[in-house]
Protein backbone atom coordinates (compact mmCIF):
# COMPACT_ATOMS: atom_id res chain seq x y z
CA UNK A 1 0.00 0.00 0.00
CA UNK A 2 1.43 3.18 -0.63
CA UNK A 3 2.10 5.18 2.56
CA UNK A 4 0.97 8.69 0.67
CA UNK A 5 -2.78 7.06 0.26
CA UNK A 6 -4.53 6.45 3.29
CA UNK A 7 -7.60 5.24 2.82
CA UNK A 8 -11.05 5.17 4.91
CA UNK A 9 -14.47 7.05 5.00
CA UNK A 10 -13.22 9.77 3.80
CA UNK A 11 -12.11 8.10 0.69
CA UNK A 12 -8.42 8.13 -0.51
CA UNK A 13 -6.51 11.00 -1.40
CA UNK A 14 -2.44 11.26 -1.75
CA UNK A 15 -0.01 14.16 -0.40
CA UNK A 16 4.30 14.40 -0.54
CA UNK A 17 6.26 14.82 2.80
CA UNK A 18 7.42 17.82 1.45
CA UNK A 19 3.34 19.61 2.08
CA UNK A 20 3.46 22.13 4.77
CA UNK A 21 1.22 19.49 6.43
CA UNK A 22 4.96 17.62 7.31
CA UNK A 23 6.05 21.06 8.13
CA UNK A 24 5.66 21.33 12.16
CA UNK A 25 8.29 24.40 12.84
CA UNK A 26 11.46 25.82 11.81
CA UNK A 27 14.20 25.67 13.95
CA UNK A 28 15.18 29.59 14.43
CA UNK A 29 16.68 31.15 18.08
CA UNK A 30 19.34 28.59 18.39
CA UNK A 31 22.97 29.07 18.59
CA UNK A 32 25.27 27.53 16.12
CA UNK A 33 27.69 24.88 17.57
CA UNK A 34 31.10 26.35 19.20
CA UNK A 35 33.30 24.53 16.75
CA UNK A 36 36.01 25.51 13.85
CA UNK A 37 37.24 28.66 15.94
CA UNK A 38 40.47 29.18 17.15
CA UNK A 39 40.88 28.82 20.87
CA UNK A 40 43.82 30.76 21.27
CA UNK A 41 42.90 33.80 19.08
CA UNK A 42 39.75 33.83 20.47
CA UNK A 43 41.42 34.21 23.78
CA UNK A 44 42.37 37.70 24.56
CA UNK A 45 43.24 36.93 28.44
CA UNK A 46 45.54 34.20 27.35
CA UNK A 47 47.25 36.01 24.38
CA UNK A 48 48.09 38.61 26.60
CA UNK A 49 49.89 36.70 29.36
CA UNK A 50 51.39 34.40 27.23
CA UNK A 51 53.45 37.20 25.83
CA UNK A 52 53.79 39.07 29.39
CA UNK A 53 55.13 35.91 31.04
CA UNK A 54 57.59 35.59 28.44
CA UNK A 55 56.54 33.06 25.77
CA UNK A 56 55.69 34.99 22.91
CA UNK A 57 58.08 32.85 20.86
CA UNK A 58 55.45 30.24 20.99
CA UNK A 59 52.40 32.15 19.70
CA UNK A 60 52.73 30.36 16.04
CA UNK A 61 52.86 26.83 17.87
CA UNK A 62 49.83 27.80 19.98
CA UNK A 63 47.92 29.25 16.98
CA UNK A 64 48.25 26.12 15.28
CA UNK A 65 47.12 23.99 18.30
CA UNK A 66 44.21 26.39 18.99
CA UNK A 67 42.73 25.92 15.61
CA UNK A 68 43.35 21.94 16.29
CA UNK A 69 41.66 22.36 19.75
CA UNK A 70 38.38 24.48 17.71
CA UNK A 71 38.05 21.84 14.82
CA UNK A 72 35.22 20.04 14.90
CA UNK A 73 36.02 16.51 14.66
CA UNK A 74 38.84 17.46 17.25
CA UNK A 75 36.23 18.15 19.02
CA UNK A 76 34.52 15.08 18.39
CA UNK A 77 37.28 13.34 20.21
CA UNK A 78 36.57 14.39 23.60
CA UNK A 79 33.18 12.77 22.95
CA UNK A 80 34.17 9.81 21.92
CA UNK A 81 36.76 8.97 24.64
CA UNK A 82 34.23 9.42 27.33
CA UNK A 83 31.31 7.68 25.47
CA UNK A 84 33.50 4.66 25.57
CA UNK A 85 34.90 4.28 28.63
CA UNK A 86 38.16 1.82 29.23
CA UNK A 87 38.16 -2.05 29.99
CA UNK A 88 40.18 -4.12 31.93
CA UNK A 89 41.18 -7.83 31.11
CA UNK A 90 43.11 -9.20 33.70
CA UNK A 91 43.46 -12.60 31.33
CA UNK A 92 43.61 -13.28 27.76
CA UNK A 93 41.11 -15.97 26.22
CA UNK A 94 43.67 -18.82 27.30
CA UNK A 95 43.66 -17.98 30.77
CA UNK A 96 47.09 -15.50 30.51
CA UNK A 97 47.38 -13.04 33.09
CA UNK A 98 47.98 -9.70 31.06
CA UNK A 99 46.57 -6.68 32.94
CA UNK A 100 45.47 -4.67 29.92
CA UNK A 101 43.25 -1.35 30.05
CA UNK A 102 42.14 -1.12 26.45
CA UNK A 103 41.05 2.94 25.32
CA UNK A 104 38.71 4.02 22.29
CA UNK A 105 40.66 5.07 19.34
CA UNK A 106 39.76 8.56 20.76
CA UNK A 107 41.76 8.40 23.27
CA UNK A 108 44.76 7.41 21.79
CA UNK A 109 44.33 10.25 19.61
CA UNK A 110 44.77 12.70 21.98
CA UNK A 111 47.55 11.04 23.57
CA UNK A 112 49.20 11.31 20.50
CA UNK A 113 48.49 14.98 20.21
CA UNK A 114 49.38 15.99 23.45
CA UNK A 115 52.42 14.04 23.17
CA UNK A 116 53.41 16.13 19.52
CA UNK A 117 53.59 19.28 20.91
CA UNK A 118 55.35 18.52 23.73
CA UNK A 119 52.53 18.74 27.00
CA UNK A 120 54.45 15.94 28.44
CA UNK A 121 58.51 17.75 28.01
CA UNK A 122 58.79 20.64 26.25
CA UNK A 123 60.06 22.39 29.40
CA UNK A 124 62.10 19.86 30.06
CA UNK A 125 63.64 19.78 26.72
CA UNK A 126 64.14 23.43 26.22
CA UNK A 127 64.48 24.76 29.64
CA UNK A 128 64.36 28.56 30.28
CA UNK A 129 62.32 31.91 29.94
CA UNK A 130 58.69 31.12 29.00
CA UNK A 131 59.42 27.44 28.69
CA UNK A 132 56.67 26.14 31.58
CA UNK A 133 54.51 29.25 30.62
CA UNK A 134 54.19 27.89 26.91
CA UNK A 135 53.50 25.11 27.96
CA UNK A 136 51.10 25.74 30.32
CA UNK A 137 49.37 27.51 27.74
CA UNK A 138 49.23 24.22 25.33
CA UNK A 139 47.87 22.42 28.25
CA UNK A 140 44.98 24.86 28.70
CA UNK A 141 43.82 25.14 25.03
CA UNK A 142 44.69 21.16 24.73
CA UNK A 143 42.38 20.01 27.57
CA UNK A 144 39.69 22.01 27.18
CA UNK A 145 38.67 19.34 24.16
CA UNK A 146 39.13 16.60 26.75
CA UNK A 147 40.82 16.72 30.47
CA UNK A 148 40.81 12.92 31.42
CA UNK A 149 43.83 12.17 29.49
CA UNK A 150 45.89 14.62 30.76
CA UNK A 151 46.57 12.65 33.87
CA UNK A 152 48.92 10.22 32.36
CA UNK A 153 50.06 13.66 30.13
CA UNK A 154 50.84 15.35 33.57
CA UNK A 155 52.40 12.56 35.70
CA UNK A 156 54.70 12.11 32.90
CA UNK A 157 55.59 15.70 32.91
CA UNK A 158 56.15 15.91 36.84
CA UNK A 159 57.96 12.58 37.04
CA UNK A 160 60.61 13.96 35.58
CA UNK A 161 61.85 15.89 38.44
CA UNK A 162 61.97 13.16 40.75
CA UNK A 163 64.05 10.45 38.30
CA UNK A 164 66.41 13.01 37.38
CA UNK A 165 67.71 13.04 40.79
CA UNK A 166 69.24 9.01 40.38
CA UNK A 167 71.56 9.79 37.54
CA UNK A 168 71.74 6.03 36.55
CA UNK A 169 68.22 5.52 36.17
CA UNK A 170 67.77 9.17 34.24
CA UNK A 171 70.27 8.11 31.88
CA UNK A 172 67.98 4.93 30.22
CA UNK A 173 64.09 6.90 31.12
CA UNK A 174 64.74 10.58 30.67
CA UNK A 175 65.35 10.16 27.06
CA UNK A 176 61.76 7.45 26.47
CA UNK A 177 60.07 9.92 28.63
CA UNK A 178 61.04 13.16 26.29
CA UNK A 179 59.77 11.65 23.03
CA UNK A 180 57.02 12.93 21.02
CA UNK A 181 56.63 9.76 19.98
CA UNK A 182 53.39 8.29 21.50
CA UNK A 183 54.17 4.32 22.19
CA UNK A 184 50.47 2.50 23.77
CA UNK A 185 52.14 -0.75 23.02
CA UNK A 186 51.94 -2.95 26.06
CA UNK A 187 55.41 -4.08 25.39
CA UNK A 188 58.92 -4.31 27.34
CA UNK A 189 59.76 -0.29 27.48
CA UNK A 190 63.43 -1.92 25.94
CA UNK A 191 61.29 -2.00 22.72
CA UNK A 192 59.94 1.44 22.91
CA UNK A 193 61.84 4.57 22.44
CA UNK A 194 58.34 6.78 23.88
CA UNK A 195 56.91 6.06 27.34
CA UNK A 196 54.86 7.04 29.66
CA UNK A 197 54.81 7.30 33.78
CA UNK A 198 52.40 7.07 36.51
CA UNK A 199 52.40 6.91 40.54
CA UNK A 200 51.49 5.01 42.85
CA UNK A 201 51.41 6.36 46.22
CA UNK A 202 48.35 5.77 48.33
CA UNK A 203 46.86 3.34 50.22
CA UNK A 204 43.56 2.09 51.55
CA UNK A 205 44.79 2.77 55.08
CA UNK A 206 45.94 6.27 54.63
CA UNK A 207 44.67 8.02 51.63
CA UNK A 208 46.93 11.69 51.75
CA UNK A 209 48.54 10.12 55.07
CA UNK A 210 51.27 8.41 52.43
CA UNK A 211 53.22 7.61 55.72
CA UNK A 212 50.92 5.65 57.11
CA UNK A 213 52.11 2.88 53.90
CA UNK A 214 52.43 -0.67 54.77
CA UNK A 215 53.81 -1.54 51.30
CA UNK A 216 57.23 -3.14 52.29
CA UNK A 217 60.61 -2.83 49.60
CA UNK A 218 63.16 -5.32 50.59
CA UNK A 219 65.86 -5.10 48.58
CA UNK A 220 67.28 -7.56 46.00
CA UNK A 221 70.93 -6.93 46.92
CA UNK A 222 73.02 -4.56 49.16
CA UNK A 223 70.27 -1.47 48.53
CA UNK A 224 70.60 1.97 48.23
CA UNK A 225 69.78 4.20 46.00
CA UNK A 226 69.28 3.47 42.04
CA UNK A 227 69.73 -0.37 43.46
CA UNK A 228 66.90 -2.98 43.04
CA UNK A 229 63.82 -3.49 45.42
CA UNK A 230 61.21 -6.01 45.64
CA UNK A 231 58.08 -4.92 46.27
CA UNK A 232 54.90 -6.39 48.18
CA UNK A 233 51.57 -4.27 48.65
CA UNK A 234 48.81 -2.97 47.60
CA UNK A 235 47.73 0.57 46.06
CA UNK A 236 44.66 2.26 46.27
CA UNK A 237 44.89 5.05 43.62
CA UNK A 238 47.13 3.91 40.74
CA UNK A 239 45.85 6.63 37.88
CA UNK A 240 46.38 5.28 34.03
CA UNK A 241 47.65 2.03 34.66
CA UNK A 242 48.76 1.27 31.61
CA UNK A 243 51.65 3.64 32.07
CA UNK A 244 55.05 2.13 31.44
CA UNK A 245 56.55 2.93 35.23
CA UNK A 246 54.98 4.12 38.06
CA UNK A 247 56.34 6.44 41.09
CA UNK A 248 56.07 4.63 44.13
CA UNK A 249 56.28 5.06 47.84
CA UNK A 250 56.91 1.64 50.01
CA UNK A 251 58.38 1.15 53.30
CA UNK A 252 61.95 0.18 53.21
CA UNK A 253 64.26 -0.86 56.24
CA UNK A 254 65.26 2.88 56.68
CA UNK A 255 61.66 4.22 56.25
CA UNK A 256 59.54 5.26 53.07
CA UNK A 257 61.76 5.74 50.18
CA UNK A 258 60.69 6.14 46.56
CA UNK A 259 60.98 3.84 43.99
CA UNK A 260 60.50 3.71 39.91
CA UNK A 261 58.40 0.66 39.10
CA UNK A 262 58.21 -0.60 35.53
CA UNK A 263 55.45 -2.95 33.89
CA UNK A 264 58.09 -5.54 32.83
CA UNK A 265 61.34 -6.58 34.15
CA UNK A 266 64.72 -6.32 32.43
CA UNK A 267 64.30 -9.80 31.18
CA UNK A 268 60.96 -8.90 29.39
CA UNK A 269 58.96 -11.14 32.35
CA UNK A 270 55.72 -9.40 33.18
CA UNK A 271 56.31 -7.14 36.60
CA UNK A 272 53.98 -9.21 39.42
CA UNK A 273 51.97 -6.20 40.03
CA UNK A 274 48.46 -6.67 39.14
CA UNK A 275 45.32 -4.98 38.66
CA UNK A 276 42.50 -5.47 41.00
CA UNK A 277 39.64 -3.69 39.36
CA UNK A 278 39.14 -0.30 37.75
CA UNK A 279 37.34 2.90 39.28
CA UNK A 280 33.75 3.66 38.39
CA UNK A 281 34.36 7.18 38.73
CA UNK A 282 32.00 10.07 38.23
CA UNK A 283 34.26 12.11 36.22
CA UNK A 284 37.51 11.61 34.42
CA UNK A 285 35.82 8.48 33.03
CA UNK A 286 38.23 8.50 29.51
CA UNK A 287 40.76 7.97 31.66
CA UNK A 288 41.43 4.66 33.91
CA UNK A 289 42.19 4.67 37.33
CA UNK A 290 43.10 1.19 38.81
CA UNK A 291 43.63 -0.74 42.72
CA UNK A 292 46.36 -2.46 42.41
CA UNK A 293 48.40 -5.32 44.41
CA UNK A 294 52.16 -5.89 44.34
CA UNK A 295 54.16 -9.20 44.38
CA UNK A 296 56.96 -8.96 44.75
CA UNK A 297 57.25 -6.40 41.72
CA UNK A 298 60.60 -5.50 40.53
CA UNK A 299 61.44 -1.53 41.58
CA UNK A 300 64.52 0.72 41.71
CA UNK A 301 65.41 3.62 44.44
CA UNK A 302 65.09 7.04 43.56
CA UNK A 303 67.16 9.20 45.80
CA UNK A 304 68.15 8.78 49.68
CA UNK A 305 66.59 5.18 51.34
CA UNK A 306 63.66 7.00 54.05
CA UNK A 307 63.46 9.66 51.95
CA UNK A 308 60.81 8.99 49.64
CA UNK A 309 58.49 12.42 50.43
CA UNK A 310 61.54 14.97 49.27
CA UNK A 311 61.88 12.81 46.67
CA UNK A 312 58.53 12.55 45.29
CA UNK A 313 57.59 16.06 46.66
CA UNK A 314 57.97 17.83 43.30
CA UNK A 315 56.51 15.53 41.39
CA UNK A 316 53.75 16.52 43.38
CA UNK A 317 54.23 20.37 43.22
CA UNK A 318 54.21 19.68 39.22
CA UNK A 319 51.11 17.97 39.37
CA UNK A 320 49.47 20.26 41.27
CA UNK A 321 50.45 22.88 39.20
CA UNK A 322 48.58 21.12 36.42
CA UNK A 323 45.74 20.69 38.52
CA UNK A 324 45.40 24.67 38.74
CA UNK A 325 46.07 24.54 34.34
CA UNK A 326 43.47 22.25 34.14
CA UNK A 327 40.50 23.81 36.71
CA UNK A 328 41.42 27.22 34.73
CA UNK A 329 40.79 25.51 31.53
CA UNK A 330 37.73 23.89 32.18
CA UNK A 331 36.27 27.34 33.64
CA UNK A 332 37.38 28.63 30.02
CA UNK A 333 35.28 26.05 28.46
CA UNK A 334 32.50 26.49 30.49
CA UNK A 335 32.51 30.41 30.17
CA UNK A 336 33.06 29.97 26.57
CA UNK A 337 30.18 27.91 25.99
CA UNK A 338 27.65 30.47 28.43
CA UNK A 339 28.62 33.19 26.60
CA UNK A 340 28.59 31.75 23.18
CA UNK A 341 24.78 30.13 23.94
CA UNK A 342 23.52 33.86 25.32
CA UNK A 343 25.15 35.97 22.56
CA UNK A 344 22.93 34.05 19.79
CA UNK A 345 20.02 33.28 21.83
CA UNK A 346 17.15 35.78 22.53
CA UNK A 347 14.09 35.50 24.76
CA UNK A 348 11.42 37.80 26.58
CA UNK A 349 12.47 40.48 23.53
CA UNK A 350 16.00 41.03 23.80
CA UNK A 351 19.54 38.71 23.35
CA UNK A 352 20.26 37.25 26.34
CA UNK A 353 23.83 38.78 27.07
CA UNK A 354 22.14 41.79 26.67
CA UNK A 355 19.82 41.43 29.61
CA UNK A 356 21.32 42.86 32.82
CA UNK A 357 20.97 39.94 35.30
CA UNK A 358 22.21 37.59 32.64
CA UNK A 359 24.39 39.73 31.82
CA UNK A 360 26.48 39.64 35.49
CA UNK A 361 26.38 36.32 35.79
CA UNK A 362 28.24 36.12 32.46
CA UNK A 363 30.49 38.93 33.41
CA UNK A 364 31.24 37.36 36.89
CA UNK A 365 31.98 33.39 34.99
CA UNK A 366 34.47 35.70 33.30
CA UNK A 367 35.80 37.41 35.94
CA UNK A 368 36.68 33.91 37.72
CA UNK A 369 38.35 32.52 34.58
CA UNK A 370 40.78 35.36 33.81
CA UNK A 371 41.49 35.41 37.37
CA UNK A 372 42.11 32.09 37.48
CA UNK A 373 44.62 31.93 34.19
CA UNK A 374 46.31 34.97 35.43
CA UNK A 375 47.43 33.01 38.88
CA UNK A 376 48.22 29.92 36.95
CA UNK A 377 50.66 31.58 34.07
CA UNK A 378 52.39 33.59 36.73
CA UNK A 379 53.07 30.49 38.95
CA UNK A 380 54.85 29.05 35.17
CA UNK A 381 56.49 32.56 35.31
CA UNK A 382 58.12 31.62 38.80
CA UNK A 383 58.73 27.70 37.49
CA UNK A 384 60.97 29.11 34.61
CA UNK A 385 63.00 30.90 37.37
CA UNK A 386 64.42 27.74 39.47
CA UNK A 387 67.57 30.01 40.44
CA UNK A 388 65.79 33.09 41.59
CA UNK A 389 64.97 32.83 45.57
CA UNK A 390 62.04 35.12 45.29
CA UNK A 391 60.72 32.95 43.17
CA UNK A 392 61.12 29.92 44.59
CA UNK A 393 59.38 31.28 47.78
CA UNK A 394 56.42 32.65 46.45
CA UNK A 395 55.86 29.16 44.21
CA UNK A 396 56.33 27.63 47.82
CA UNK A 397 53.37 29.15 48.94
CA UNK A 398 51.43 30.27 46.31
CA UNK A 399 51.57 26.82 44.63
CA UNK A 400 49.35 25.08 47.50
CA UNK A 401 46.92 28.21 47.55
CA UNK A 402 46.72 28.60 44.09
CA UNK A 403 45.59 24.61 43.30
CA UNK A 404 43.31 24.77 46.89
CA UNK A 405 41.35 28.17 45.54
CA UNK A 406 41.18 27.34 41.55
CA UNK A 407 40.36 23.79 41.87
CA UNK A 408 37.50 24.84 44.57
CA UNK A 409 35.89 27.33 42.59
CA UNK A 410 35.02 25.08 39.51
CA UNK A 411 32.47 23.02 40.11
CA UNK A 412 30.62 25.76 41.18
CA UNK A 413 31.56 27.60 38.11
CA UNK A 414 30.58 24.81 35.96
CA UNK A 415 26.74 24.81 37.36
CA UNK A 416 26.23 28.22 36.89
CA UNK A 417 27.47 28.20 33.35
CA UNK A 418 25.56 25.42 32.78
CA UNK A 419 22.72 26.78 34.13
CA UNK A 420 22.92 30.09 31.16
CA UNK A 421 22.46 27.86 28.82
CA UNK A 422 19.56 26.20 30.54
CA UNK A 423 17.98 22.57 29.80
CA UNK A 424 20.11 22.38 26.74
CA UNK A 425 23.21 22.55 28.72
CA UNK A 426 22.30 19.39 31.12
CA UNK A 427 22.34 16.93 27.21
CA UNK A 428 25.13 14.39 27.49
CA UNK A 429 25.67 15.79 23.76
CA UNK A 430 26.70 18.92 24.82
CA UNK A 431 29.81 19.62 26.91
CA UNK A 432 28.49 20.88 30.26
CA UNK A 433 27.43 17.75 31.73
CA UNK A 434 31.45 16.60 31.07
CA UNK A 435 32.76 19.83 32.22
CA UNK A 436 30.52 19.35 35.67
CA UNK A 437 31.78 15.89 36.65
CA UNK A 438 35.39 16.84 35.70
CA UNK A 439 34.96 19.80 38.03
CA UNK A 440 35.44 18.32 41.46
CA UNK A 441 38.62 16.01 40.39
CA UNK A 442 41.43 18.57 40.22
CA UNK A 443 40.19 19.94 43.91
CA UNK A 444 40.28 16.26 45.38
CA UNK A 445 43.07 15.11 43.59
CA UNK A 446 46.93 15.54 44.52
CA UNK A 447 45.65 16.69 47.40
CA UNK A 448 42.22 17.75 48.71
CA UNK A 449 41.41 21.50 49.96
CA UNK A 450 42.00 20.52 53.47
CA UNK A 451 45.40 19.16 52.62
CA UNK A 452 46.57 22.23 50.71
CA UNK A 453 45.44 24.63 53.50
CA UNK A 454 47.73 22.76 56.01
CA UNK A 455 50.75 22.62 53.31
CA UNK A 456 50.10 26.04 53.22
CA UNK A 457 50.46 26.15 56.88
CA UNK A 458 53.85 24.47 56.36
CA UNK A 459 55.01 25.88 54.51
CA UNK A 460 54.62 29.61 56.29
CA UNK A 461 56.51 27.41 59.05
CA UNK A 462 59.40 25.43 57.25
CA UNK A 463 59.60 28.27 54.87
CA UNK A 464 58.49 31.66 56.69
CA UNK A 465 60.06 34.04 53.99
CA UNK A 466 57.68 32.68 51.65
CA UNK A 467 55.14 34.88 52.95
CA UNK A 468 56.74 38.34 52.63
CA UNK A 469 57.32 36.85 48.97
CA UNK A 470 54.07 36.48 48.73
CA UNK A 471 53.14 39.35 49.97
CA UNK A 472 56.22 41.34 47.82
CA UNK A 473 54.41 39.95 45.06
CA UNK A 474 50.89 40.97 45.87
CA UNK A 475 51.77 44.95 47.23
CA UNK A 476 53.28 45.33 43.83
CA UNK A 477 49.87 46.50 42.85
CA UNK A 478 49.39 49.10 46.08
CA UNK A 479 47.91 51.74 45.53
CA UNK A 480 46.16 51.33 42.71
CA UNK A 481 42.33 50.20 44.12
CA UNK A 482 41.16 51.44 47.41
CA UNK A 483 39.37 48.17 48.07
CA UNK A 484 42.49 46.48 47.45
CA UNK A 485 44.96 48.12 49.64
CA UNK A 486 42.30 47.78 52.56
CA UNK A 487 42.09 44.52 51.89
CA UNK A 488 45.69 43.14 51.87
CA UNK A 489 46.68 45.43 54.80
CA UNK A 490 43.69 43.38 56.92
CA UNK A 491 44.76 40.04 55.49
CA UNK A 492 48.81 40.91 56.70
CA UNK A 493 47.48 41.80 60.28
CA UNK A 494 45.37 38.67 60.28
CA UNK A 495 48.81 37.15 60.44
CA UNK A 496 50.20 39.25 63.79
CA UNK A 497 46.96 38.11 65.60
CA UNK A 498 46.54 34.67 64.83
CA UNK A 499 50.46 34.99 65.85
CA UNK A 500 51.94 30.70 66.97
CA UNK A 501 48.53 29.99 68.04
CA UNK A 502 48.59 26.44 65.79
CA UNK A 503 45.13 24.98 67.01
CA UNK A 504 43.79 28.49 65.94
CA UNK A 505 45.88 28.65 62.65
CA UNK A 506 44.88 25.51 61.65
CA UNK A 507 40.87 25.81 62.35
CA UNK A 508 40.89 29.17 60.28
CA UNK A 509 43.47 27.80 57.85
CA UNK A 510 41.00 27.74 54.89
CA UNK A 511 39.67 31.50 55.32
CA UNK A 512 43.03 32.82 55.33
CA UNK A 513 43.88 30.49 52.27
CA UNK A 514 41.27 32.17 50.91
CA UNK A 515 42.36 35.39 51.28
CA UNK A 516 45.85 34.62 49.61
CA UNK A 517 44.01 33.36 46.69
CA UNK A 518 42.20 36.46 46.38
CA UNK A 519 44.85 39.12 47.01
CA UNK A 520 46.75 37.64 44.67
CA UNK A 521 44.32 37.26 41.84
CA UNK A 522 43.30 40.95 42.35
CA UNK A 523 46.70 42.19 41.52
CA UNK A 524 47.28 40.46 38.96
CA UNK A 525 44.66 41.43 37.16
CA UNK A 526 44.73 45.05 38.43
CA UNK A 527 48.49 45.16 36.76
CA UNK A 528 47.48 42.90 34.12
CA UNK A 529 44.13 43.06 33.12
CA UNK A 530 41.57 45.85 31.90
CA UNK A 531 40.28 48.62 34.30
CA UNK A 532 36.44 47.07 33.92
CA UNK A 533 37.67 43.53 34.59
CA UNK A 534 40.19 44.64 38.03
CA UNK A 535 37.47 46.95 38.99
CA UNK A 536 34.78 44.64 38.85
CA UNK A 537 36.76 41.89 40.66
CA UNK A 538 38.08 43.78 43.42
CA UNK A 539 34.84 45.24 44.04
CA UNK A 540 33.23 41.70 44.16
CA UNK A 541 35.52 39.86 46.02
CA UNK A 542 37.15 42.45 47.83
CA UNK A 543 34.40 44.57 49.66
CA UNK A 544 33.52 41.77 51.84
CA UNK A 545 35.02 38.73 54.10
CA UNK A 546 32.44 36.30 52.62
CA UNK A 547 32.67 33.90 50.17
CA UNK A 548 31.38 35.42 46.69
CA UNK A 549 28.77 34.07 44.91
CA UNK A 550 28.67 34.27 41.22
CA UNK A 551 26.49 36.48 39.76
CA UNK A 552 26.19 39.09 42.76
CA UNK A 553 28.03 41.59 40.80
CA UNK A 554 27.58 45.27 41.96
CA UNK A 555 25.86 47.78 39.92
CA UNK A 556 28.56 49.95 38.95
CA UNK A 557 30.29 47.42 36.70
CA UNK A 558 31.32 47.44 33.25
CA UNK A 559 29.26 44.17 32.66
CA UNK A 560 29.53 44.77 28.61
CA UNK A 561 32.88 45.00 28.53
CA UNK A 562 34.11 42.14 30.79
CA UNK A 563 31.80 40.04 28.42
CA UNK A 564 32.81 41.63 24.90
CA UNK A 565 36.70 40.70 26.23
CA UNK A 566 35.73 37.40 26.83
CA UNK A 567 33.61 36.06 24.11
CA UNK A 568 34.40 33.69 21.28
CA UNK A 569 33.55 34.84 17.80
CA UNK A 570 32.22 32.18 15.42
Not at 441 to 470: M, Y
Request: with cysteine; net charge negative.
Amino acid sequence: MNNNTPSGPGGSQTFSPDSHLAQTHDVFNQPPPLENYNLYLQDIALQDAVKREGAAYATDALTELGALAGRRDTIALGFQANENKPVFHSHDRFGHRIDEVSFHPAYHELMRIAHEHGLHSSPWENPGVGAHAARAAKYYLHSQVEASHGCPITMTFAAMPSIMKQADLAKYWAPKILCRDYDPRNVPDSQKTSVTIGMAMTEKQGGSDVRANTTKATPTGSGGPGQGYELVGHKWFVSAPMCDAFLVLAQAPAGLSCFLMPRWRPDGTRNPWQIQRLKNKMGNVANASSEAELRGALAWMIGEEGRGVATIIEMVAMTRFDCMIGSAAGMRQATAQALHHCHHRSAFGARLNEQPLMQNVLADLALESEAALLYTLRMARALDAPDNEQEKLLLRLATPVGKYWICKRSPNHAYEAMECIGGSGVMEDCIMPRLFRESPVNAIWEGSGNVQCLDTLRALEKSPDSLDAFFAEVNTAKGSDRLFDAFVEKLEQSFGIIGTDHHRIAFQARDLVDRLAVSLQASLLIRYSTPAVADAFCASRLASTGTHNIGALPINVDAAAIIKRATPRV
